[in-house]
């Protein structure tokens, strides 16, 4: 799967969608020939994210949009902050403004979210991960901004790693049917990819490890207590992950559980965006 493809791709689809025939507004009453600057001023405290994507945008849209970047991708910013001022045909500012704009909130807002999740794990081995549940066409930049706040990304998509889910495995025929079934495709395959289930309770924790054959066991909507005794039985020998019924609140109570990752879905589909205008420079 190539990432920059896929990039380029939302970019075109964005600015077709926000374009379209022509940004009438601005060339009603902008020049061809006219330059100027904009700069980025963040409007509450956060982590930044998106600014590299930001400087695709505009190099996709005018390759002789110029940026100067004061503030990285992952640091830490506040109210007034100036992130970047990027210089050239004031059209083409006008005209990326949105794309510009719309992609950095989204992916700073993710990023801040995801640091204080981050953080709330110090002190213990466990690492936070994303999902699948993301914003059709933005998944590459939402994992991406999940990164860029500290956090790993569980997969990209169904193409990357298989994890037999509750549907796998009843649809299968049973959890020794669904593992046997992920071996014999990977070998028919010839592909070297991770095998993840997903278990439900105790019952279908001791099959796994009676079948083994996986890389990692998924605990889905195990309690603390339950996860606790789930980590003792499988006992280093596959990595674990806690799923489902995890907010912020109960994060460090599951971490201490001894848990390897815990998978978050609010990291990216309930975020609110971090607030950032991008302004005009007089001069």
Known sequence: MHTDYLTDKLIELAFAEDIGEGDVSTLCCIPPAARGKSRLIIKEEGVLAGVETARRIFRHFDPELEIRIFIADGDEVKKGDIAFVAEGKIQSLLQTERLVLNVMQRMSGI????????????????????????????????????????????????????????????????????????????????????????????GELEEV??????????????SISDTREAVCLIAGRYETESSGGITFENLRAYAQTGVDYISVGALTHSVKSLDMSLKAVEE
């Open 209 to 222: 490890l009676k079948t083994g054959g996986v890389d990692r066991i998924m605990l889905d909507n195990f």
């Open 111 to 202: 990023a801040t979210t995801t640091r204080s999740y981050v953080k709330e794990l110090e002190g213990t081995h466990t690492r936070i991960l994303d999902t699948r549940k993301t914003t059709p066409g933005m998944r590459l930049l939402e994992k991406e901004a999940v990164r860029i706040g500290g956090g790993l990304n569980h997969r990209i998509g169904l193409f990357d790693m298989i994890l037999l889910k509750d549907n796998h495995v009843d649809f299968a025929g049973g959890i020794s049917q669904a593992i046997a079934c992920a071996h014999n495709y990977l070998k028919e395959k010839g592909k070297n990819l991770k095998i993840e289930i997903e278990v439900r309770n105790f």
